[in-house]
């Protein structure tokens, strides 16, 4: 099984950029669609981005369209989120997922799940 690590969260101001990165240890990266996932404080998760296990699908939610950009590096076993345009509404615990499926958004098609690494964008 594949076990996701974050790392990259931090403090950035409204209008900047921040740079996520998830490491996959154990089994084979390149079968996992990969997705990234976040929830603000007394709010539910919700999907923002997913990416197939080849990397030629990909899937974000409205709210980060045109401001995220999920890719993936099959040989370095790492997924990233590059956030630009950050907004105060981003702030945010985000998870990477690993799943199985081809329902890049919805949660249930991931079954291993990271920590998660909070992200504070300053408003």
């Known amino acids: 099984q594949v076990q996701p690590v974050e790392s990259g969260g931090g403090l950035v101001q409204a209008g900047g950029s921040l740079r996520l990165s998830c490491g996959a240890s154990?089994?084979?990266?390149?079968?996992?669609?990969m997705g990234w996932f976040r929830q603000a404080p007394g709010k539910e998760r919700e999907f923002v981005a997913g990416?197939?296990?080849?990397?030629?699908?990909?899937n974000y939610a409205d709210s980060v369209k045109g401001r995220f950009t999920i890719s993936r590096d099959n040989d370095k076993r790492t997924v990233y989120l590059q956030m630009n345009t950050l907004k105060f509404e981003d702030t945010a615990v985000y998870y990477c997922a690993a799943g199985d499926g081809i329902a890049l958004h919805q949660s249930s098609n991931y079954r291993y799940w990271g920590q998660g690494t909070q992200v504070i964008v300053s408003s």
């Open positions: 154990g089994g084979t990266f390149s079968r996992y669609a």
């Open positions: 990416i197939s296990g080849s990397g030629v699908l990909k």
